[in-house]
């Protein structure tokens, strides 16, 4: 209730408002000419004529507007998808050139620390059968000192053979167990590391060293 009227007597105040409006309408059209009428009529024809088509037109500026709007923010969505695709694709190259150049590199790394494992095994066994060269040449140097002796008649023959024996016998004893600590005791990767007996050598098939001299 607002000022002592519900709101059916407003109701009914406004139809009786509007019927009276009507009726006012039809009293004034009914004082006009035909003419007057015609013109009347026309004009409120023309104005409610242009009043839509203002409104229509009004209405499809703002929708062409909304509509270019729209076609800017899909054409912006779409540059920022094909950069963001651009940066994603950069990206994953980058990535992918780092993960191949990180397993070069370890790749690499593990090929230069076996291959100077390898280097280490060859010049250490090359050192170790200069070794028995030299004894083997000493010996040599021994035996012939020995026979110039024996031929100068400072010693006998059974001195000289017996030198000579044990000489030849000290040779081949340094011979054997070289060459049974390198191929059986010895470790095929690693020159300073040593194998138990029984133990098997894991590395000896991965081993590319040089072999033993015999």
Not at 19 to 45: H, I, K, P, W
Not at 54 to 78: C, H, I, Q, T, W
């Amino acid at each position: 209730m607002i000022e002592g009227f519900t709101t059916a007597s407003l109701d009914a105040l406004i139809g009786q408002a509007s019927l009276m409006n009507d009726l006012e309408l039809q009293s004034y059209l009914g004082s006009l000419s035909s003419t007057d009428r015609a013109s009347f009529v026309s004009s409120q024809v023309s104005g409610a004529i242009t009043s839509v088509s203002g409104d229509k037109e009004s209405m499809f500026l703002d929708n062409a507007d909304k509509l270019k709007g729209a076609d800017r923010n899909v054409e912006a969505a779409m540059y920022y998808l094909a950069r963001t695709k651009d940066l994603h694709n950069l990206a994953s190259d980058a990535d992918d050139v780092t993960s191949s150049q990180l397993n070069i590199l370890n790749v690499n790394s593990d090929l230069s620390v076996r291959q100077n494992e390898i280097n280490e095994w060859s010049n250490q066994n090359k050192l170790d059968t200069l070794f028995f060269l030299q004894i083997l040449f000493t010996g040599l140097c021994f035996i012939a000192f020995v026979l110039f002796l024996k031929v100068s008649g400072i010693i006998t023959h059974t001195v000289f053979l017996m030198l000579t024996i044990v000489t030849g016998i000290f040779i081949v004893l340094t011979l054997i167990l070289r060459y049974r600590f390198t191929a059986i005791n010895r470790d095929s990767r690693y020159w300073h590391k040593s194998r138990f007996p029984g133990q098997a050598d894991k590395n000896k098939a991965q081993s590319s060293s040089g072999s033993c001299p015999s």
